[in-house]
């Protein structure tokens, strides 16, 4: 069964839609969420994939960090700092 990485990289090799966005499984049809969650974490921490962060708020503020999500024009993740 191929990797979920392995997956990507074939996934890079086709044309659009499949290399612009969203995520592609074929071959983890029978993985449980736990191990693709770790795949995932692995991916990540060794920097294959990428999550762009747009803000990060204090715990404090998490009204402007609300009202920030509300506009819609965010391109990443809203961090709140405990």
Known sequence: MPSLSACRRSASRR???????GAHTAG?????????????????GSGA????????????RVVDAYAELEQRHTQGKIILIP
């Open 49 to 60: 994939v990428e999550i762009p962060i747009a803000a990060t708020f204090p715990l404090y």
């Open 15 to 21: 044309p659009s839609p499949w290399n612009v966005r």
């Open 28 to 44: 983890r049809h029978n993985a449980t969420a736990r191990e693709i969650q770790e795949e995932l974490v692995d991916l990540v």
